[in-house]
């Protein structure tokens, strides 16, 4: 409140008409991207599983595999979170 008594007009930059903050949107891009390389590596894995012309083994990598996973995680908790709040 003013000194007035009139409510404040300051207003935060989402009801400012500042938009989407450029982190969310860089956490988004990073996101699909992770997501896209994991379904795109399923994908490619289960295509080669299901050849009958080779055999084939699987190496998968932890560390990749928790940091994609992690990537897609913070980006759907941050869609989430900012769906909710609105």
Do not use: N
Not at 65 to 76: D, F, P
């Amino acid at each position: 409140m003013s000194r007035g008594g009139a409510p404040s007009s300051r207003k935060t930059p989402e009801e400012a008409g500042g938009g989407t903050p450029v982190w969310v949107w860089l956490v988004y891009g990073l996101g699909l991207l992770a997501g896209t390389i994991l379904l795109g590596s399923i994908l490619f894995s289960l295509g080669a599983s299901l050849g009958e012309d080779t055999e084939v083994e699987y190496d998968v990598s932890v560390p990749a595999l928790l940091l994609w996973g992690g990537i897609v995680l913070a980006a759907l908790v941050v869609w989430l979170r900012r769906r909710r709040s609105r």
